[in-house]
């Protein structure tokens, strides 16, 4: 979405494998979300995979909540910032889903 925001319309992305399956997905050609996107989001912060798996970890060790990789991306994000902010704002981030997968191999 970054990508397409940024060039103002739906850009072909390169997939890259990650624990955030909910955020991997392409853009078809039409997709209504980027519109809205450009109008409504202030800020983009891109997080790396090591910062997911660090943002899932303290979820589940710190609040007891098993949360899927996309919420991880939301998580990753304000550790990411947070050191930044300097006021007394509230911070909401959307927790989302319990679609976590193990795999025993």
Avoid: F
Avoid at 58 to 87: F, P, Q
């Amino acid at each position: 979405m970054y990508d397409a925001v940024k060039a103002g319309r739906v850009v072909e992305s390169i997939l890259k494998p990650t624990i955030s399956d909910g955020t991997a997905g392409r853009l078809e050609e039409g997709a209504i979300t980027v519109t809205p996107c450009a109008a409504l989001v202030d800020d983009w912060v891109q997080v790396k995979e090591e910062e997911i798996v660090q943002a899932l970890a303290l979820m589940s060790g710190s609040h007891d909540m098993e949360v899927e990789g996309a919420a991880g991306v939301a998580v990753a994000g304000l550790l990411r910032l947070a050191a930044s902010m300097h006021d007394d704002r509230a911070v909401v981030i959307v927790i989302c889903g319990g679609n976590v997968a193990v795999n025993a191999t």
